[in-house]
């Protein structure tokens, strides 16, 4: 993590990766995420919360994938906003191997929507 003026910058997906094989805790911090592409949550009991509750935004900027995919089993993924580029774009998708995979206190928002 770096920061960069008042913006606090870091790479999600990387967090995410270096979790242990058991899993781990990813805190968001409050603000706007952009990520690039799709967030593969693909370590089996990731916690993934905001700091503040509900003061995290993510978007993808692929519009052709979920915002989200759950590739493992009994994750968390809880008190963030998900911001999708369209109605049907998939906020989450939980697949193969997502078993006990939990969403709790998410807001699903189409882009222009506040």
Same mark, same amino acid.
């Given at each position: ?9 870091? !790479?999600?997906?990387?967090?995410? !990766? ?34 503040? #509750? ?7 900027? !692929? ?12 994750c968390l993924?809880?008190? &963030?906003? &998900? ?8 906020? &989450? ?6 078993e006990g995979?939990?969403?709790? #206190?998410?807001?699903?928002? #189409?882009r222009g929507? !506040?």
């Open positions: 993590m770096q920061w960069k003026g008042e913006v606090l910058r870091f !790479d999600l997906q990387a967090a995410i !990766d270096r979790l242990p094989p058991e899993g781990g805790r990813i805190l968001i911090p409050p603000g706007v995420h952009h990520l690039r592409k799709c967030l593969r949550v693909r370590r089996p009991m990731a916690k993934i919360r905001c700091v503040r #509750n509900g003061q995290a935004q993510i978007s993808s900027e !692929d519009a052709t994938s979920p915002v989200i995919a759950v590739e493992a089993r009994s993924i809880e008190g &963030i906003q &998900i911001v999708r580029a369209h109605t049907g774009q998939a906020a &989450i998708l939980f697949g193969p191997g997502s995979t939990v969403a709790r #206190n998410v807001m699903i928002l #189409n929507q !506040d």
